[in-house]
């Protein structure tokens, strides 16, 4: 064995996913993808969800309670709205196994560390983590194993152990992410700049066109162009997801929308005035940006939904 193989991280022998949505059903078809061969178990509150789960062969087991599904996982992933990861924590914690490395997959750091620090034994690694890649569309059966290719998990190690982390690392990145480790109020503040805000906006402008009343419902689905379906495309997302995002990163998502308001009242005031050298150094400015999340493979389509989303 070389000495590159010898620093190899371990993989994980049972991973437990509690919570089977988008991400979770995703991080399982791409484990197998990548031949993982890791026992994977899994939980879902809902009934519905659960059977719907054991139909399209999610998971080796689908257990009916959280604390059966991590009994023995060297691996735990919380992949439940970041408002009740606290509460799930509290539920697992007594039934981790020693050693084991507890992480999660929300949008939202700092709320999820206080939240779920607490609950976790001595013995027992936390390491927060948040792969960036999502679509609008949720449940067990909406996900697929490319989903994570070429995105980032961000990495927040906290006081976790190297080893641990390290570990961790290496699991994400056999998904297909890119890793990097990430301050926790860094982190928080640089997802309200990349998806809370453009999320926020998108449910507003929808939000104003349905508020239009001289404007049908016919006719905005009709005239949609790209850019409100756009809007609406993100603005499909799970509404109990994003209701615990703005309410767990309030202070990161309010200083955001500050700076955005100032913006926006900027070009308000340059289009009311016909400063038409303005709106064009400030668009040529912008446009940049797009090109630059282009060259950095950061804008690929998700796979039709109807053919092949696991393989």
């Known amino acids: 064995m070389s000495a590159a193989q010898a620093q190899q991280p371990a993989p994980y022998k049972k991973v437990a996913l509690i919570g089977l949505g988008l991400i979770a059903s995703s991080i399982f078809w791409a484990m197998r993808r990548a031949g993982m061969a890791a026992e994977v178990s899994g939980y879902a509150r809902s009934e519905a969800t659960r059977d719907t789960a054991r139909r399209l062969g999610l998971c080796d087991t689908v257990c009916d309670s959280a604390i059966e599904a991590v009994e023995g996982a060297d691996l735990v992933i919380l992949c439940v709205p970041v408002g009740v990861m606290g509460a799930v924590a ?40 948040h792969p960036m ?73 929808v939000g104003v066109a ?17 850019g409100f379906r756009d809007f609406t495309r993100i603005a499909a997302s799970d509404p109990t997801m994003w209701r615990d995002v703005f309410l767990e990163n309030k202070e990161a998502t309010l200083e955001i929308l500050g700076r955005f308001a100032e913006e926006l009242f900027v070009l308000q005031r340059a289009i009311r005035s016909g400063d038409g050298d303005h709106l064009f150094d400030y668009f040529t400015r912008t446009r940049a940006i797009r090109r630059g999340i282009i060259e950095a493979g950061q804008d690929t389509d998700a796979p039709d939904f109807g053919r092949g989303k696991r393989e």
């Not at 914690?93 to 084991?100: D, I, R, S, Y």
């Not at 999660?104 to 390491?127: N, Q, T």
């Not at 349905?210 to 005239?223: A, C, M, N, T, Y």
Request: hydrophobic share 40%.
């Open 90 to 129: 509290a539920e697992i914690a007594p039934h981790l196994a020693k050693g084991a490395t507890v992480t999660d997959v929300g949008s939202v750091k700092k709320s999820v560390i206080e939240h779920v620090a607490p609950h976790i034994p001595e013995g027992v690694d936390f390491v927060p983590a």
């Open 210 to 226: 349905d508020d239009l009343r001289r404007v049908s419902d016919q006719e905005v689905i009709k005239f949609s162009a790209a």
């Open 133 to 205: 890649a999502g679509t609008e569309h949720s449940g067990p059966d909406s996900g697929f194993a490319s989903l994570f290719d070429n995105r980032w998990c961000l990495i927040v190690p906290g006081d976790a152990r190297e080893e641990a982390v390290l570990r961790l690392e290496a699991f994400w990145q056999a998904l297909g992410t890119n890793t990097e480790r990430m301050e926790v109020e860094h982190h928080d503040q640089v997802c309200a700049v990349v998806s809370h805000i453009p999320h926020l906006i998108a449910y507003t402008m």
